[in-house]
């Protein structure tokens, strides 16, 4: 005999929306080149997509891409924030640095984004570190 619940019997109600959200899932590559886009249609200048897979743990992916302005590279940062979160459901799992400090680093896991002002990608010269890695697409 089934011993009954201490309790009493709990009635729980779940109210499911009538259509769940579709994780839209990309490859990796596909989602690389999908950055590509969102920086490109902010005006993100010399942007490089490298493929790093075999050469680190790090990442697959690397995009690199320069803005003008503090403004512009806030602005490159926040339209592609919001564009994955609306458009794939993916939120960056880490971001550092800031439009001020002319370094904007995004974390998608097997992607990381660069956005770069003049100056600091002159000084990182992440291209020369990486020089190793594949160029996937490069938009001077």
Same mark, same amino acid.
């Given at each position: 005999?089934?011993? @009954?619940?201490?309790?009493? =019997? =709990?009635?729980?109600?779940?109210?499911? @929306?009538?259509?769940? @959200?579709?994780?839209?899932?990309?490859?990796?590559?596909?989602?690389?080149?999908?950055?590509?886009?969102?920086? !490109?249609?902010?005006?993100?200048?010399?942007?490089l997509?490298?493929?790093?897979s075999?050469?680190? =743990?790090?990442?697959?992916?690397?995009?690199i891409?320069?803005?003008? $302005?503090?403004?512009?590279?806030?602005?490159?940062?926040?339209?592609?924030?919001?564009?994955?979160?609306?458009?794939?459901?993916?939120? @960056?799992?880490?971001?550092?640095?800031?439009?001020?400090?002319?370094?904007?680093?995004?974390?998608?896991g097997?992607?990381?984004?660069h =956005?770069? $002002?003049?100056?600091?990608?002159?000084?990182?010269?992440?291209?020369?570190?990486? !020089?190793?890695?594949?160029?996937?697409?490069?938009?001077?």
């Open positions: 005999m089934a011993r @009954p619940w201490p309790y009493g =019997i =709990i009635n729980t109600v779940v109210v499911l @929306p009538k259509e769940l @959200p579709q994780e839209v899932a990309l490859e990796p590559l596909d989602l690389a080149k999908r950055v590509v886009d969102i920086l !490109s249609a902010k005006f993100g200048a010399d942007i997509l490298l493929d790093l075999g050469l680190t =743990i790090i990442a697959d992916h690397f995009v891409a320069t803005g003008e $302005s503090t403004r512009q590279l806030d602005a490159m940062a926040q339209d592609l924030k919001q564009q994955l979160k609306e458009e794939l459901s993916l939120s @960056p799992l880490a971001t550092e640095g800031t439009a001020e400090s002319g370094w904007i680093l995004m974390d998608y097997g992607l990381v984004v =956005i770069f $002002s003049e100056a600091q990608r002159e000084r990182y010269r992440l291209e020369e570190l990486w !020089s190793q890695a594949r160029t996937v697409l490069r938009m001077a």
